[in-house]
């Protein structure tokens, strides 16, 4: 019996294309990222960052901008805000609920997903992009 082949990669350019189809096809142009994803603007909580960034998350893989590889789905993966000590500062990091010693860390959140971003921002498709590269690293 042949084995299924790996699942194909998303290009950059392919997964902007999708973010942008779903948003355009919405009427979500102007649209605030952060009064998408939680009915408010401002200064938010670290658990809101992370809310937000769980529900993009899967927004983008519900929609097929990022591809998440067999036998993974969008519900294994959490969003957590930890302390960085190096930088004495705070840093959103990616991981798999399995194992959650293996974790990515992700762009600056609150200049990334900050509250002038909206959902076609260009820092919004950075963060898509940054969330397949880790993707792919976190299921190796």
């Not at 959650?100 to 076609?120: C, G, I, N, R, W």
């Amino acid at each position: 019996m042949a084995s299924k082949p790996p699942a194909r990669k998303m290009t950059v350019a392919e997964g902007k294309q999708k973010w942008q189809e779903f948003v355009l096809g919405s009427g979500l142009k102007n649209v605030g990222l952060q009064k998408y994803y939680l009915g408010k603007a401002g200064r938010l909580a670290r658990w809101e960052y992370e809310r937000l960034a769980t529900e993009m998350f899967r927004d983008a893989t519900n929609i097929g901008a990022i591809i998440i590889p067999e036998p993974h789905q969008a519900e294994d993966f959490q969003f957590k805000i930890w302390m960085h000590a190096a930088s004495n500062g705070q840093k959103l990091r990616m991981f798999l609920k399995s194992k959650p010693e293996k974790q990515k860390a992700l762009y600056d959140y609150a200049f990334y997903l900050d509250q002038s971003a909206t959902l076609v921002s260009p820092t919004v498709y950075s963060y898509i992009e940054c969330f397949q590269q880790n993707i792919d690293m976190l299921c190796k």
